[in-house]
């Protein structure tokens, strides 16, 4: 227990603070989950725009100093890096039908 007024007062002003912090970094957590689940879901179009409000509230919570910007930084390289692997992934699922034509053009040419 603080005895001076000045260390019961930075008391309060810290509990204030907590409460403050708390709710802006459980909605980033919660934003940077929805935009996991859509990207992992299939739902890039969903994903892209889950993606960008991840980022400005991790943006907003660095700019607050609720979370350190490197912190951030990190944050939104990784999410963006899982949605540009499950875009890339997703144009390439066309590609076994070219294969299958490719095997075609191979067959006949073995047999001539």
Known sequence: ??????AQK???VAEKRRFRNRSVQSQ???NITKAERLI???????AREAVLAAISS???AAEKG?????NAARRKSRLMQKLNQAQASSL?????EE???TEQTEQTEQNK
């Open 66 to 70: 609720i979370i350190h910007p490197n």
């Open 28 to 30: 980033t957590k919660t």
């Open 10 to 12: 930075r008391v309060r």
């Open 92 to 96: 390439a699922e066309p590609a076994p």
């Open 1 to 6: 227990m603080p005895h001076s007024k000045s």
């Open 99 to 101: 294969s299958e034509e």
């Open 58 to 60: 991790l943006d907003k």
């Open 40 to 46: 992992f879901s299939g739902e890039l179009e969903a």
